[in-house]
């Protein structure tokens, strides 16, 4: 979390970075996958495929801001979350977890929200629960 709150985010914009890790949950490259407006940013699960496969990805992290500072995951984060989690658990790849980060704070949206890492039903349905 200490990594992602360090991440150069827009101010004033949502931004999506992916963090490419080995087998030992190593940092091998940070990408930014795209930076959208106040309240969204949009980012394809083929750009993140296609980004762990060249660098040699064992795991990985997506981290995105939200420029008015509240952490709490919306529909949209979650409904993305298990969108990326379905892509790259087909080819292999580990989902370690999805970061918010807002001013100096962060949330893991898996280990402060309980949402099971595996299970695309799970993070459907706590995106019912969370705007």
């Not at 992602?4 to 949502?14: A, I, V």
């Not at 409904?79 to 980060?101: L, M, P, Q, R």
């Not at 100096?104 to 459907?124: P, Q, W």
């Amino acid at each position: 979390m200490r990594y992602c709150k360090s991440l150069p985010f827009n101010n004033t914009n949502e931004s999506m970075y992916m963090v490419c890790l080995d087998k030992n949950y190593r940092i091998l490259h940070t990408q930014l996958l795209g930076t959208g407006t106040p309240g969204e940013v949009t980012v394809y699960p083929r750009a993140v495929v296609e980004c762990a496969v060249r660098y040699g990805a064992q795991n990985i992290i997506i981290c995105h801001n939200h420029p008015s500072g509240d952490l709490r995951p919306s529909v949209d984060d979650c409904e993305t979350t298990a969108k990326i989690i379905n892509a790259v658990s087909a080819i292999g790849i580990g989902f370690s977890d999805h970061v918010i980060v807002g001013g100096d704070n962060a949330f893991s949206m898996f280990r402060e929200s309980g949402l099971n890492v595996k299970a695309e039903e799970s993070t459907a349905r706590a995106a019912e629960g969370k705007e």
